[in-house]
């Protein structure tokens, strides 16, 4: 049995609250739970302490006995200091989509330009 620490949806239509908890990974994400380790509620501004509250030793415990953090949770780990987590790297995400695809567009262009430099350059070559 592979145990996960994650977040399960709670509360009502357009206004989430989730459970942290272990459970087994092949249970469905609000379903069956081992046991609940704090609640996270992402409507609340970032400074109020009562938006994350979380026992950070019993998640510890869990991680001993194998349990696996998923992303959103090993957040929360890495800001109370426990685990150490490796950020990501996603630089088209900034990057609004008009932009990209321009950006796309451009790039091919410069490939093509380059192709047919070099082509150029190959077929004067063997002339000089």
Request: proline share 7%.
């Amino acid at each position: 049995m592979s145990l996960v620490l994650r977040l399960a949806r709670a509360g009502t239509k357009k206004r989430p609250v989730y459970h942290i908890v272990v459970a087994d990974s092949r249970s469905p994400r609000d379903g069956r739970f081992i046991e609940r380790l704090g609640h996270f509620n992402p409507l609340m501004p970032k400074d109020k302490p009562e938006r994350l509250k979380f026992d950070v030793e019993k998640a510890q415990e869990w991680m001993k006995k194998g349990a696996q953090p998923s992303d959103r949770v090993s957040r929360f780990l890495d800001a109370a200091g426990v685990l150490k987590r490796e950020k990501g790297n996603n630089p088209e995400k900034a990057i609004p989509r008009k932009e990209r695809k321009a950006k796309k567009e451009e790039a091919a262009k410069a490939k093509e330009d380059a192709a047919a430099a070099a082509k150029a350059a190959k077929a004067a070559a063997p002339a000089a």
